[in-house]
């Protein structure tokens, strides 16, 4: 069976792979050619990487495109090395990409402490022990050789909150991007509260960030007629057919996040047979994933209570707190659980509309009720 290219499961390269969301790219270009710092914010699986990618590559952008859970993936955990080996892998691709900047680039970044280039094929690779690369002449080097051709640098950092904690300071690095490199946008991605607040900081004063112009592009979901189209279209594209209510179902089930469109797509095209067995399995993966949170957390206990609480129903701070309360038996601190909400908002695990805190993806709800229970297994 061919999976047609609108249901491939990883993130769109192209913008003929890509559904719709114009308007999204127009702002990413105005972003582009007006900003200096673009935030592309959303929950996952909105579409953050494939609205991102497509957009620089079908533009002909010049750009160095990080994936930052890729570093932690190789390492493990997020490092220096982990960074510096994947900017490096970034910085060849760039090169190949854009053939009339490559020997440019390649001598102006061998001027660089720790940086070395080879060319043939092309490799760029940076030291990260005690000779330490110097990112800031890198990035210097950089913007100096696209400002002299006339061309803006796109420095792409999808998922940029895996980047904590490898020692290098997001914010003061952007701050001194926007300030001091003209010819470099940088493009971050992430969810609207864990990447605004908790990465850049843009509400603490204390922050190099602060009062800083960031451009913001928010991802959205599929209207519903929108959904049903692009879930049609894909099904003819594969030669399957499938009857309206099918249809209807799985749209009703999925909320318009077009990452579950795709995965349901590609279920059914790969031998799936219901809708159920598909939420089904979507909804443990999730659980696994929210599992892992919960066991790296020191509040394992208390997030079940309030995960299992806001999956039956969204529910306002005080609601919450009461059940939490009578869950333990005792009073709870006030700040203590105010920070414990933010930090599953952060995580995008919860969001706040309209004064009630719910569980805003419907596959992430579904793992809540049927996955997770309150105690640990
Ligand atoms: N505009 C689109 N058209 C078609 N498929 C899309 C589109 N946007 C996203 N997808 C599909 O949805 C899924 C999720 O997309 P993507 O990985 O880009 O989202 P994300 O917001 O970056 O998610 P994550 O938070 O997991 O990184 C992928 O399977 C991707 O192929
Ligand atoms: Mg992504």
Not at 211 to 232: I, N, P, Q, S, T
């Amino acid at each position: 069976m061919v999976v047609p290219a609108l249901f491939k499961l990883e993130p769109k390269e192209s913008l003929e792979e890509l559904y719709d969301f114009e308007k999204e790219l127009e702002e990413l270009r105005r972003g582009y050619e007006d900003g200096r710092i673009v935030a592309v914010l959303g929950l996952r699986r909105m579409g953050k990487s494939s609205l991102l990618r497509s957009f620089l590559n079908s533009f002909s952008i010049p750009h160095v495109y990080i994936d930052a859970r890729r570093v932690a993936v190789a390492t493990g955990r997020a490092t220096t090395r982990g960074f510096m080996e994947e900017l490096g892998r970034a910085l060849a691709e760039f090169m190949r990409r854009e053939a009339p900047l490559r020997d440019k680039l390649a001598e102006a970044l061998r001027r660089v402490r720790g940086v070395s280039v080879g060319l043939s094929p092309v490799t760029v690779s940076l030291s990260w022990g005690r000779e330490r690369a110097d990112l800031i002449s890198l990035l210097e080097a950089v913007d100096e050789v696209v400002g002299r051709a006339a061309r803006r640098l796109a420095l792409a950092i999808d998922e940029v909150q895996e980047l904590r904690g490898i020692g290098v300071d997001i914010p003061r690095l952007l701050a001194y991007i926007y300030d001091n490199l003209h010819n470099v946008v940088v493009f971050v991605s992430g969810s609207q509260v864990g990447l605004l607040y908790d990465v850049l900081e843009l509400d603490r004063p204390q922050s190099p960030l602060y009062g800083r112009a960031v451009f913001e592009v928010k991802m959205r979901r599929l209207r519903r007629e929108e959904a049903v189209d692009f879930l049609k279209r894909g099904f003819q594209q594969a030669g399957i057919s499938i009857n309206q209510q099918e249809l209807e179902e799985a749209v009703d089930s999925l909320d318009g996040i077009i990452g579950w469109l795709t995965y349901f797509g590609w279920s059914r095209v790969v031998g799936a047979k219901s809708l159920e067995e598909i939420l089904d399995a979507a909804a443990r993966q999730e659980a696994e994933e929210i599992s892992r949170f919960l066991a790296k957390s020191r509040s394992e206990d208390r997030y079940r209570a309030i995960l299992k609480a806001v999956a039956a129903m969204p529910m306002r701070w005080s609601e919450i707190k009461r059940v939490l309360e009578a869950e333990e038996g005792a009073a709870v601190d006030d700040r203590n659980f105010t920070d414990l909400l933010h930090r599953l908002e952060k995580v995008g695990l919860l969001e706040k509309r309209e004064g009630l805190y719910a569980i805003p993806d419907p596959v992430v709800r579904l793992a809540v009720e049927r996955y997770i229970s309150k105690a640990p297994a």
